[in-house]
């Protein structure tokens, strides 16, 4: 078998994949597309394109000889390029979220099942090594039957949402979306620990703007969403976010997981860090122990974004497409990990109050 043959919108977020997918003998970007014309040139010109594998037009992007297509463009954009891409008969790997609208979700999801492509969420969170030793230990049984488990990703991101230097009052795509809706870094590594389990309820606080006063903003700049969530098996979680609490970098992205028997946490201080953990019958106490997002026998040229998790998460569908296998995150665990933050936004705006989460059986 040649080498796949792969195409990528959205070249700045998928600047990651231009390196994995380009690097390698299995895989060779050979089209690229953007509607920035300069930011496409210097993507080109990094990876030696002839001006014939660039377009800014995406119908005519889908019409390149490429076998794999990656959707790194803004999350309103997913539904549209998604469908169209499966429809054309691609491998599909789309960045996080599976898209912005419930309706969006459930298009994704009837295409995907139809489509002749592979589908997969590039959720690459769940590839941070230290989610990846927690999975061995609790398969080993150490910390018993999770019942419970939270997460916080706190990530300052105003300049992201709106200038904040040259050009006053001009805004990003990313101002239209609530804080909440981006919680598939914190669900999807904990319902990967419990696999076989999804969410049924939701409910959220979390519906003012009071550190970011430009109304027009919102709902990007409501302060901090809180959800609660309940599972088909029982257990319950709790997720914070928040995309304008004033927070210096190293950003928080931090996971405690309750069984049992004990339980497993990593710290919100910094990357490479050391977490805790108690496992009954084998701790005599709570213990330190190292939470790396790195793995650490990845090759150096793995180490380039997210830790080492973009590197795997494409090795990953490289896998899928190459040998036939069905991705974990295929269409129906990326409608699992997107529809609750979508279902809790809709729960703070009501007041509170719970709602069912849509579930495709």
């Given at each position: 078998?040649?080498?796949?043959?792969?195409?990528?919108?959205?070249?700045?977020?998928?600047?990651?994949?231009?390196?994995?997918?380009?690097?390698?003998?299995?895989?060779?970007?050979?089209?690229?597309?953007?509607?920035?014309?300069?930011?496409?040139?210097?993507?080109?010109?990094?990876?030696?394109?002839?001006?014939?594998?660039?377009?800014?037009?995406?119908?005519?992007?889908?019409?390149?000889?490429?076998?794999?297509v990656i959707v790194g463009t803004p999350i309103p954009l997913h539904e549209q390029q998604v469908v169209k891409a499966l429809e054309a008969g691609?491998?599909?790997?789309?960045?996080?979220?599976?898209?912005?609208?419930?309706?969006?979700?459930?298009?994704?999801?009837?295409?995907?099942?139809?489509?002749?492509?592979?589908?997969?969420?590039?959720?690459?969170?769940?590839?941070?090594?230290?989610?990846?030793?927690?999975?061995?230990?609790?398969?080993?049984?150490?910390?018993?039957?999770?019942?419970?488990?939270?997460?916080?990703?706190?990530?300052?991101?105003?300049?992201?949402?709106?200038?904040?230097?040259?050009?006053?009052?001009?805004?990003?795509?990313?101002?239209?979306?609530?804080?909440?809706?981006?919680?598939?870094?914190?669900?999807?590594?904990?319902?990967?620990?419990?696999?076989?389990?999804?969410?049924?309820?939701?409910?959220?606080?979390?519906?003012?703007?009071?550190?970011?006063?430009?109304?027009?903003?919102?709902?990007?700049?409501?302060?901090?969403?809180?959800?609660?969530?309940?599972?088909?098996?029982?257990?319950?979680?709790k997720i914070c976010r928040s995309q304008v609490t004033p927070r210096p970098e190293p950003h928080t992205v931090y996971y405690s997981v309750y069984?049992?028997?004990?339980?497993?946490?990593?710290?919100?201080?910094?990357?490479?860090?050391?977490?805790?953990?108690?496992?009954?019958?084998?701790?005599?106490?709570?213990?330190?122990?190292?939470?790396?997002?790195?793995?650490?026998?990845?090759?150096?040229?793995?180490?380039?974004?997210?830790?080492?998790?973009?590197?795997?998460?494409?090795?990953?569908?490289?896998?899928?497409?190459?040998?036939?296998?069905?991705?974990?995150?295929?269409?129906?665990?990326?409608?699992?990990?997107?529809?609750?933050?979508?279902?809790?936004?809709?729960?703070?705006?009501?007041?509170?109050?719970?709602?069912?989460?849509?579930?495709?059986?």
């Open positions: 078998m040649g080498k796949l043959k792969v195409g990528i919108v959205g070249v700045s977020r998928g600047s990651a994949y231009l390196r994995n997918y380009s690097a390698g003998d299995r895989s060779a970007v050979t089209a690229i597309c953007d509607l920035d014309e300069a930011r496409l040139a210097r993507a080109a010109e990094k990876l030696s394109l002839p001006d014939s594998a660039c377009y800014t037009d995406y119908d005519a992007f889908l019409g390149a000889d490429t076998d794999i691609k491998h599909v790997l789309s960045e996080v979220t599976m898209a912005n609208t419930v309706e969006g979700c459930k298009h994704i999801w009837e295409t995907a099942k139809k489509s002749k492509g592979i589908y997969m969420m590039g959720e690459n969170y769940m590839y941070f090594h230290f989610i990846r030793e927690w999975k061995k230990y609790i398969e080993a049984g150490r910390i018993g039957n999770i019942h419970y488990a939270e997460a916080e990703y706190v990530h300052d991101i105003r300049e992201r949402l709106y200038d904040t230097g040259t050009r006053p009052g001009e805004s990003y795509w990313r101002k239209y979306r609530p804080p909440i809706h981006y919680c598939t870094h914190c669900l999807g590594p904990l319902m990967w620990l419990m696999d076989g389990d999804y969410v049924v309820k939701a409910t959220a606080s979390g519906n003012k703007a009071t550190i970011v006063e430009d109304q027009s903003l919102w709902p990007s700049t409501i302060d901090m969403q809180v959800a609660l969530f309940e599972t088909k098996q029982g257990r319950g979680i069984g049992t028997k004990g339980f497993l946490e990593n710290t919100r201080h910094g990357k490479d860090v050391v977490g805790q953990r108690y496992f009954e019958g084998f701790d005599k106490h709570s213990m330190d122990f190292d939470c790396y997002q790195n793995e650490v026998d990845a090759p150096d040229s793995a180490k380039n974004s997210h830790g080492t998790s973009d590197f795997y998460i494409a090795q990953d569908f490289l896998d899928c497409v190459e040998f036939g296998n069905k991705p974990f995150l295929n269409e129906d665990r990326a409608f699992e990990l997107t529809m609750p933050g979508l279902i809790a936004h809709e729960a703070a705006i009501k007041g509170n109050v719970w709602l069912d989460v849509p579930h495709f059986d």
